[in-house]
């Protein structure tokens, strides 16, 4: 065991003093706060730059309605429409729009046309109909002799919630979406983590293979613990890594919100609280009142459990098909295609387990441990049947020492094995080979 651990400790060591990792460490977490000045630098100019839009309105509808004008800046003319057509661009506006007159409230349609040099974005001109639409609609309350009041009366918002829920548990609705969104980011996670720590797995087996450094290490230590360490010490690499991003990610957006100006995360939490209250029934304080009510006693241990456990699985496969092959890549492709289908094919079910995570496919993916690193984390904010999460974790660890087994058996001929094309029928002699 304290071969083990120098092993581990020579592999984390080496790696998080590699000026890759420092700036891969560094630049990801600026690179974010790029973006979001990116974002915010685009926004505000466009903003800025709002659409001129120049109505000739003979009705005079929209021009005497209060609309809201955010985003678009809306212009009124009594000119004549052919002077309109003519004069709209060298007086600076985007476009020009034509209201016909407007005489029987009855009518369901209005053709009104614009007139653009260039053609306008879809979304600005869904935006404007919008506007326009919502001043012909209080333009015909208002001449039909129907109460206002009355009229927004008749809107009802219907709320489902789940009925098997007590009358003081969590609301089902805003669970859901939580669900959805917490689900998402950990089955995503995951996805990445096997993806680009289990590849560097392999290719530092691969470094060490084609520079005889192994050849070396195997004469004072077991194969099989020469991998274990390899797989052990690149794992707590990646953990390094997403703890300083932990650390570094929130104050690197609250200088980059500081450098924008303004507190924008307090406006967004404004409107989002303004959006959700008046349309849905339910404000911020519900959104943060169900992250609290969330089970996190199962999902923190469960998730570290599937985070380790999938790791461990498919890094150990890595470490097996890179001591396999050479310096040739493209040799690699068929051994490692059988390696890659399993988690392509539990992140494209994802999806369909988010959407129903207690259905058949989601039940189903979470037994198999090829993909249940994959499909369980997003179902754990869901709250799955206990059983069914311990189960899903107990035939993980079983496929983790079985896999660590055969990747250990090949290992430890692959790693000393020079020129030669490996095939699968090779792989599984390997396996059983004696010496």
């Known amino acids: ?87 709209y661009i060298k007086e600076g506006y985007d476009l020009a729009v034509y209201i016909p007159p407007f005489k029987d409230l009855n009518g369901k349609r209005h053709e009104v046309k614009y007139f653009a040099e260039e053609k306008p974005g879809i979304a600005a001109i869904e935006a404007l109909e919008r506007r326009i639409e919502t001043a012909f609609k209080d333009h015909k309350i208002k001449n039909s002799n129907v109460d206002r009041e009355v009229y927004d009366s008749f809107a009802t918002s219907i709320d489902m919630e789940d009925g098997s829920l007590a009358d003081d548990a969590s609301d089902g609705k805003v669970s ?85 100006g303004g507190d924008p995360q307090a406006d967004q939490m404004e409107q989002l609280a303004a959006a959700t209250q008046g349309a849905d029934g339910f404000d911020i304080s519900e959104i943060f009142r169900e992250v609290r009510a969330m089970n996190w006693l199962m999902i923190i241990p469960a998730f570290l459990a599937f985070f380790f456990g999938g790791y461990f699985m498919y890094a150990a496969l890595f470490a097996a098909i890179g001591s396999a092959i050479g310096d040739d890549m493209q040799e690699g492709q068929t051994l490692m295609l059988p390696v890659m289908l399993p988690i392509i094919i539990g992140f494209m079910m994802m999806q369909g387990v988010i959407t129903n995570p207690n259905g058949n496919m989601a039940v189903i993916g979470s037994m198999i441990p090829l993909i249940s690193p994959i499909i369980m984390p997003a179902r754990l904010a869901f709250d799955p049947p206990i059983w069914q999460v311990l189960l899903s974790i107990a035939l993980l660890i079983l496929t983790c020492v079985f896999f660590a087994w055969v990747a250990g058996r090949i290992y430890r001929v692959g790693i000393l094995m020079y020129g030669k094309k490996v095939s699968f029928r090779e792989l599984s002699k390997w396996m059983f080979y004696k010496g």
Do not use: C, H
């Open 176 to 260: 859901m979406m939580l669900g959805t969104a917490f689900g998402t980011i950990m089955g995503f996670l995951m996805y990445m983590v096997i993806l680009v720590y289990g590849m560097m797995v392999m290719r530092s087996v691969m470094e060490e293979k084609i520079n005889r450094i192994s050849e070396v290490m195997i004469s004072s230590v077991k194969p099989f613990y020469l991998m274990l360490g390899k797989v052990l010490g690149v794992g707590l690499v990646g953990l390094t890594q997403v703890a300083i991003w932990i650390v570094l990610i929130p104050v690197i957006m609250m200088i980059t919100q500081t450098i924008m």
């Open 1 to 87: 065991m304290n071969k083990l651990w120098l092993i581990i400790k020579r592999e984390y060591s080496i790696r998080v003093k590699k000026k890759s990792f420092i700036l891969a460490t560094l630049l990801t977490p600026l690179g974010m706060a790029a973006l979001m000045i990116g974002a915010g630098y685009l926004g505000v100019n466009s903003s800025k730059a709002n659409q001129r839009v120049l109505i000739k309105d003979d009705s005079s509808i929209v021009k005497n309605a209060k609309i809201k004008k955010t985003g678009m800046v809306m212009d009124f003319t009594d000119e004549v429409l052919d002077t309109v057509k003519i004069n």
